[in-house]
Structures are given as structure tokens and as C-alpha cells.
């Protein structure tokens, strides 16, 4: 009887086990795209699934950078309101003038102060800049790219009327393009308020002038939760999700 009751014990353990996979599958949270068959991908499928990827990439990337540029902002404002403090103390002493010829620096380094310090940490952002830039040209390709795809299978599609357009599940080639278009607008936006930041935030005496550009900097308020949903769709949408 004991064998019997723990056999009937344990089949109810293996039925009631099934039900809570049944409901994750129900889960609106999207995992991966079981509809997107691999093996039978077009070329043009292939080549947006890969842009879908190097997007993807190309962020993070920008991402890291952005955090690095952000820490040399920083370190700049510090660097400046350090010298401003020590300059505003110079001007309580009868001396300030003739200490400042003697020394030959002249205004800009009054303004500036630790020159050296703050020059390297300029020649850093710039080099931080100048890497985003070219994250931003390949960003501009990739786009350029689905522009093509897209012109191409228009063409194609003239041709033959059983073309549906539909490279994975929803999504036609179009609004992969439109997508990228929209996302690479906001990062040729973003990418010029950062050359606008590293070209001026070491010239400036302003506490909250300084103070903004560096927060600025690290916010990127021409990047909001769109970005995130139109990547996060195209990647589900191409099945790397």
C-alpha cells in the first residue's frame, strides 16, 4: 500500500510540475523568436540580422566610451574649479599682479591654472570624441546599408508579386531601415554636443556652466527610452532575443 501511495504521490508530483512550465510560456516577455526558421533565411534576411547584431555592438561601445568621457569631464571641472578658487584667493593679496608677470603665463593660464594636467586631460577627451566619431560612421553605414537592402528587394518585389516583404516575423525591410535612420539621428545629435563639450568646457570660469556640460556629457539628453525599445525590438524582431 505504501508503494501504491508514493507511486500516486509521485505522479501527482510530475503532473503538477508541468503546470508552471506551461505558464512561462504564456509570459509576455519575449525570449527568443521561435518563429524565425535560420536555416531558411534569405541573404537579405542574413545581412539585416547582422546589422541587427552590429547595432547592438556598436552601442555598448558608445556606451564605454561615454562613461570614460564622462570621468575626463570631471576631472576637467575639477581641474578648473581648483584654480579658480586658488585665483580668487590671489586677488585678496596686493601682490597678484606683479606675481602673475613674473611668471609669464599671462590670462589663459591664470584661467586655467595646473596647465599641463588640464592639457592632458583635454587631449583625452578630444581622443574620446574622436573615437565616438567613428563609432557614429559606422553607425551612418549600417543604415546606408539597409537603405540599399531596402531599394534592392523594392525592385525585386516589382518583379514578383509573391514577394510579402516580411524578412523574419512583423517587420519588413522598410522599418529596419527607419529604425536605424531614427537611431543614427540620435547619435548624430548626441555626438555633437560632445564635440561642442570638449571644444569648451576648459575655457570656461562658470561654476554651473561647467557643472551642466559635465552632466550633460554623461546623460546624453538626446538618448531617452526610445532607443532602448527600438533596439531591444529590432533585436527580438531578428531573433537575438
Same mark, same amino acid.
Given at each position: 500500500? !505504501?508503494? &501504491?501511495?508514493?507511486?500516486?504521490? $509521485?505522479?501527482?508530483?510530475? *503532473?503538477? /510540475?508541468? +503546470?508552471?512550465? @506551461?505558464?512561462?510560456?504564456? !509570459?509576455? &516577455?519575449?525570449?527568443?523568436?521561435? $518563429?524565425?526558421?535560420?536555416? *531558411?533565411? /534569405?541573404? +537579405?534576411?542574413? @545581412?539585416?540580422?547582422?546589422?541587427?547584431?552590429?547595432?547592438?555592438?556598436?552601442?555598448?561601445?558608445?556606451?564605454?566610451?561615454?562613461?570614460?568621457?564622462?570621468?575626463?569631464?570631471?576631472?576637467?571641472?575639477?581641474?578648473?574649479?581648483?584654480?579658480?578658487?586658488?585665483?580668487?584667493?590671489?586677488?585678496?593679496?596686493?601682490?597678484?599682479?606683479?606675481?602673475?608677470?613674473?611668471?609669464?603665463?599671462?590670462?589663459?593660464?591664470?584661467?586655467?591654472?595646473?596647465?599641463?594636467?588640464?592639457?592632458?586631460?583635454?587631449?583625452?577627451?578630444?581622443?574620446?570624441?574622436?573615437?565616438?566619431?567613428?563609432?557614429?560612421?559606422?553607425?551612418?553605414?549600417?543604415?546606408?546599408?539597409?537603405?540599399?537592402?531596402?531599394?534592392?528587394?523594392?525592385?525585386?518585389?516589382?518583379?514578383?508579386?509573391?514577394?510579402?516583404?516580411?524578412?523574419?516575423?512583423?517587420?519588413?525591410?522598410?522599418?529596419?531601415?527607419?529604425?536605424?535612420?531614427?537611431?543614427?539621428?540620435?547619435?548624430?545629435?548626441?555626438?555633437?554636443?560632445?564635440?561642442?563639450?570638449?571644444?569648451?568646457?576648459?575655457?570656461?570660469?562658470?561654476?554651473?556652466?561647467?557643472?551642466?556640460?559635465?552632466?550633460?556629457?554623461?546623460?546624453?539628453?538626446?538618448?531617452?527610452?526610445?532607443?532602448?525599445?527600438?533596439?531591444?525590438?529590432?533585436?527580438?524582431?531578428?531573433?537575438?532575443?
Amino acid at each position: 500500500m !505504501s508503494e &501504491s501511495g508514493s507511486g500516486k504521490g $509521485s505522479g501527482k508530483r510530475r *503532473k503538477s /510540475s508541468g +503546470t508552471p512550465r @506551461k505558464s512561462d510560456s504564456s !509570459s509576455p &516577455s519575449p525570449v527568443k523568436s521561435p $518563429s524565425v526558421n535560420y536555416a *531558411k533565411l /534569405s541573404p +537579405t534576411a542574413k @545581412k539585416v540580422r547582422d546589422v541587427a547584431a552590429d547595432w547592438h555592438n556598436l552601442i555598448q561601445r558608445w556606451e564605454v566610451l561615454n562613461t570614460s568621457g564622462a570621468s575626463v569631464t570631471n576631472k576637467i571641472v575639477n581641474c578648473k574649479l581648483t584654480n579658480i578658487e586658488s585665483s580668487d584667493a590671489a586677488e585678496m593679496t596686493v601682490e597678484q599682479t606683479s606675481a602673475v608677470s613674473a611668471a609669464g603665463i599671462g590670462e589663459v593660464a591664470d584661467a586655467d591654472g595646473m596647465s599641463k594636467e588640464l592639457e592632458g586631460f583635454c587631449n583625452q577627451l578630444t581622443d574620446t570624441y574622436k573615437a565616438m566619431a567613428k563609432l557614429w560612421e559606422k553607425m551612418e553605414k549600417l543604415t546606408s546599408n539597409l537603405k540599399g537592402q531596402w531599394e534592392l528587394q523594392q525592385y525585386q518585389s516589382d518583379k514578383d508579386d509573391s514577394e510579402t516583404g516580411i524578412l523574419f516575423q512583423t517587420w519588413p525591410i522598410q522599418h529596419f531601415y527607419e529604425v536605424s535612420a531614427e537611431l543614427s539621428e540620435m547619435y548624430s545629435k548626441e555626438l555633437k554636443l560632445k564635440q561642442a563639450i570638449s571644444e569648451n568646457i576648459a575655457h570656461l570660469s562658470d561654476r554651473h556652466t561647467m557643472m551642466f556640460l559635465a552632466s550633460s556629457w554623461l546623460h546624453q539628453p538626446y538618448m531617452d527610452n526610445r532607443r532602448d525599445i527600438l533596439l531591444e525590438s529590432m533585436l527580438v524582431e531578428t531573433g537575438h532575443r
